[in-house]
């Protein structure tokens, strides 16, 4: 045990402070490359005019490498180590970033989905990499604090990116709706971000971080399908597909939801800045959760929190102004423990087969890419506002999940 504990931590506690702080600032900064992406749709949905479903594929795109780029960045990474592969997404993200430069000069908006993708891939080998040095940092006791404190982060970057997103890409407007959108607006934030990821890939690569071995951590490097014979999990695939799913839609038509006139009739502006309380509700509720945890099933406050959101939605869906404004805004508080829960609930009883499991319900994340494109083929054909409905169902089905769907099957248990 002291062996193992030797080869994995850094030299001395000022060391494994500063190379723990280092990694969490990676949680932090891809949680703020995911959040700038809600600010992002409506700025490139005025910049090229673009429907509601055309303007989803930013998030098709970026969720979509995910998807594809999971178990390819699971093998790059067991083939050239931790440290590296963090620097390799770094990289790659930077790249995408820089990406948004001739997109924007040349105004072309495949142009834009190809800078994403690129972001998107170089953030996905960051968190395969990164996630499994957080658990192995110092005592094995601890790992749990530790990722709840990297989460933290996380949610604290997707909590401030629409604000400062927000004020950058919108300032040109200065409050006024009827001033014109520039696609230049979108040079500084990125490039910004690009000098940032540069900079923490220098550092990650000079900084001394432990070297776990394959005995210690599992990576996504095959898709084994055979798991999924597990009813409980198969179940919770979807349910971390459609969990996501609602959670990134709601979150990509907030602005323009907040800008209709039947809302709030704000400027892009302004409505971006209220998307941190969205986000913000989802980093306040994991403490509340964990707490009520201790008390409840984590099934029956999934099925709870789940059923409360459809009826958030369906409030707001009914109202207009500040109720429907606030009361959507509300489903973030409700997304907090949602997607912890579901994934520890679908792993139960797994055993040996917990890291393809795991491995299934990271791919689920693909989620992400496809309900927010549905949600803008009915936002189109239906309405802005009746479109919220399409998430609605996807909590229906978490709820589902928490009270039923999440219990291993006896027979299937034993037969395993």
Not at 284 to 312: D, H, W
Request: overall charge neutral; charged content about 10%.
């Amino acid at each position: 045990m002291n062996q193992t504990a030797q080869a994995v931590a850094p030299d001395s506690p000022k060391t494994s402070h500063f190379v723990l702080g280092t990694l969490t600032s990676l949680f932090f900064m891809w949680g703020f490359i995911t959040a700038m992406n809600d600010v992002l749709i409506p700025h490139l949905k005025s910049l090229f005019e673009l429907s509601f479903t055309k303007a989803m594929l930013v998030q098709s795109c970026f969720f979509g490498a995910y998807f594809l780029v999971s178990i390819p960045g699971g093998r790059l990474v067991s083939k050239v180590g931790y440290q590296k592969g963090i620097g390799i997404g770094l990289i790659t993200a930077a790249v995408g970033c820089v990406m948004f430069i001739p997109s924007a000069y040349m105004e072309q908006y495949w142009m834009f989905l190809t800078a994403l993708f690129v972001l998107a891939s170089g953030v996905t080998i960051l968190q395969v990499a990164a996630n499994p040095l957080v658990t192995v940092m110092g005592d094995p006791e601890t790992a749990s604090s530790r990722l709840t404190m990297t989460q933290a982060f996380n949610s604290l970057g997707t909590t401030v990116a629409p604000i400062i997103g927000g004020y950058l890409l919108f300032s040109a407007a200065h409050g006024e709706s009827s001033a014109p959108v520039e696609a230049s607006s979108v040079i500084a934030p990125y490039l910004s971000m690009a000098g940032i990821l540069v900079v923490m890939a220098i550092v990650m690569i000079k900084v001394s971080l432990p070297k776990p071995s394959k005995d210690d951590v599992d990576l996504p490097t095959e898709a084994d399908q055979t798991v999924l014979k597990h009813r409980h999990l198969a179940l919770g695939v979807i349910g971390i597909f459609v969990y996501v799913g609602a959670e990134v839609s709601i979150g990509s038509f907030l602005v323009n939801y907040f800008v209709s006139e039947n809302v709030m009739g704000m400027t892009e502006g302004q409505a971006a800045n209220y998307i941190a309380y969205y986000w913000g509700g989802a980093m306040v509720g994991r403490f509340i959760g964990a707490v009520l945890m201790q008390k409840v099933s984590p099934g029956k406050l999934l099925a709870f929190n789940s059923a409360l959101s459809c009826a958030l939605i369906i409030l707001s869906v009914s109202s207009s102004g500040a109720l429907a404004m606030w009361s959507i805004l509300a489903v973030g508080l409700c997304n907090s423990i949602m997607f912890p829960t579901i994934f520890s609930l679908a792993l139960k009883g797994l055993g040996k087969q917990t890291a393809n499991g795991s491995g299934m319900l990271c791919l689920a994340i693909v989620g992400g890419a496809i309900i927010p494109l549905l949600q803008g083929v009915v936002a189109d054909t239906m309405g802005l506002q009746i479109s919220f409905l399409l998430p609605m169902l996807c909590y229906l089905y978490i709820a589902f999940y928490g009270l039923i769907g999440s219990k291993p099957v006896e027979s299937q248990e034993k037969n395993a």
